[in-house]
């Protein structure tokens, strides 16, 4: 019987029996795919109606002007992060945010590691307040994950594409797919096939999951943390997820001015992998 149904039914019987039984839904726990965090705006500047107030820090905890105090600035922990207490295992750039740098060979790295192909080198960022761990660009043409490939969204799984699988496409990322077919699926694949940064399960994001990134706070495209995705350029990067409307399209994620759009899946776009819980 479905929990509607149930509650129907214990209502006709006995109140107190409806009382107990919604009590028991509400203090249900939730489930893991429903509980992953999510990263705050990175937003630390204060307005009044017609201009800033400054940044908030431990010297300007908020902004001066009466009416303005329930500000994104001041809440949250990009502002924790601005006073000085937000506890991170990594860093950031960005308030609020706690990034750490992973290994080709999935090992965490300090601050300081940079880009390379060795297995001490900086390849992926793991995100330890969603806990998803993203891959990140290089800037070499001749590379699987240059910067400026562009794919086509192909997936022939019928629980995703919404019955169009979308475009196998040609070749816009320099050969580095096979018979120059660059699309979602074949990168996704070629990816895994790799075992980038120790792992072979890694997929295209969610509109959710890839929005997370966007730092509200950076005042310029693009607007992401930089020292943690470096080599983002300001075109659309691909989701997994279908437009509900017509699947001839998808829906993208821009940093150049943090939004989404249904494009369809036969044009370019950028890809940026991830791994973890959905």
């Not at 002007?65 to 207490?85: H, K, N, S, T, V």
């Not at 691909?238 to 998808?250: G, L, M, N, P, S």
Request: glycine share 12%; aromatic share 8%.
């Amino acid at each position: 019987m479905k929990p509607s149904a149930a509650l129907e039914s214990a209502s006709r019987v006995n109140p107190g029996l409806m009382a107990l039984a919604l009590s028991a839904l509400l203090l249900a726990p939730i489930p893991a795919a429903q509980a992953m965090r999510l990263n705050d705006t990175g937003q630390i500047v204060c307005y009044n109606a017609g201009a800033s107030t400054g940044t908030v820090s431990p010297g300007t905890p908020g902004p001066v002007d009466p009416g303005f105090e329930g500000q994104d600035c001041m809440r949250g922990a990009a502002a924790a992060d601005a006073l000085g207490a937000m506890i991170k295992q990594g860093a950031s750039s960005t308030a609020g945010r706690d990034y750490t740098k992973i290994s080709n060979v999935g090992e965490d790295l300090p601050a300081s590691a940079t880009l390379g192909p060795g297995d001490n080198d900086w390849a992926c960022t793991r995100d330890n307040v969603t806990g998803l761990v993203w891959e990140v660009k290089v800037d070499d043409p001749t590379h699987l994950r240059h910067v400026f490939h562009l794919y086509t969204w192909y997936d022939t799984d019928g629980t995703l594409n919404g019955g169009h699988a979308g475009n196998v496409g040609m070749d816009m990322c320099e050969g580095t797919l096979p018979s120059g077919q660059c699309n979602s699926s074949a990168y996704r694949d070629a990816v895994n096939a790799g075992s980038l940064c120790g792992a072979t399960d890694w997929r295209l994001p969610t509109l959710t999951e890839l929005s997370g990134l966007v730092d509200y706070g950076a005042g310029t495209p693009p607007l992401i943390d930089t020292a943690y995705f470096p080599d983002s350029p300001e075109f659309s990067y691909w989701t997994t997820v279908t437009f509900a409307w017509d699947a001839y399209f998808a829906w993208t994620f821009s940093f150049s001015h943090a939004q989404p759009h249904a494009s369809l899946k036969i044009a370019d776009g950028g890809i940026r992998l991830v791994r973890g819980s959905q």
